[in-house]
């Protein structure tokens, strides 16, 4: 079955970089682009940006450019997303969600991340 | 990239129906056929319940319809049951490659 492993807990400083890490299985990795959405505690869902496997070409929302940068290595099957600059804002879950359906068909469990000085 | 405006909550007794909303603007919601909802419980992941508007993926209860309007698209959820009370997001394609989803709305089952 489809399914989409996130990476584990993350606790970061404020101003550091941290890394994320989505990997996929159970279809064909480079059919689907994947988006990351994020959700700070009792918030919305927050779009974040998206991939194309095939190329690796992006679009970040307007709130997170400079500081985004999503990638994948077809070797593995994996997406990674960085953020950096962090402050405490971005204390949140991230999620990583295949594209399908025109929507997003399949979502990880989650990352959460804690900015924290 | 603002986001859809959705009602912060909604209600309604086990076996009514409740209807949210979903509002945004022609470069957006009323721009594509390409709204989806997502239902989300507390600690979860989010869930596809429809997508293209008005369309279900396999295993969605067809007590769950969507529609859309101009600028506006609703999710509907008729004979609600327990099961159903969480949280909906709307989300929309917005061009340009991008999405944007909704403030999203709680469903109580009263």
């Known amino acids: 079955q489809v399914q989409l492993v996130q990476s584990g807990a993350e606790v970061k400083k404020p101003g550091a970089s941290v890394t994320l890490s989505c990997k996929a299985s159970g279809y064909t990795f480079d059919s689907e682009y994947m988006h990351w959405v994020r959700q700070a505690p009792g918030q919305g869902l927050e779009w974040m940006g998206i991939?194309?496997?095939?190329?690796?070409?992006?679009t970040y929302a307007l709130a997170f450019q400079g500081r985004l940068t999503m990638t994948r290595d077809t070797s593995t099957n994996t997406f990674y997303v960085e953020l950096s600059s962090l402050r405490s804002e971005d204390t949140a879950v991230y999620y990583c969600a295949r594209r399908g359906f025109s929507g997003m068909d399949v979502w990880g469990r989650g990352t959460t991340v804690t900015v924290s000085s | 990239q603002s986001a859809l405006t959705q009602p912060p909550s909604a209600s309604g007794s086990p076996g009514q129906s409740v209807t949210i909303s979903c509002t945004g603007t022609?470069?957006?919601?009323?721009?594509?056929?390409?709204v989806s909802w997502y239902q989300q419980y507390p600690g979860k992941a989010p869930k596809l319940m429809i997508y293209?508007?008005?369309k279900r993926p396999s295993g969605v209860p067809d007590r769950f319809f969507g529609s859309k309007s101009g600028n506006t698209a609703s999710l509907t959820v008729s004979g609600l049951q327990a099961e159903d009370e969480a949280d909906y997001y709307c989300?929309?394609?917005?061009?340009?490659?991008?999405?944007?989803f909704g403030g999203g709305t709680k469903v109580t089952v009263l």
């Open positions: 022609s470069s957006d919601v009323g721009g594509y056929n390409s």
């Open positions: 293209e508007v008005n």
């Open positions: 989300c929309t394609y917005a061009g340009g490659n991008s999405w944007v």
């Open positions: 991939i194309n496997p095939v190329g690796g070409s992006t």
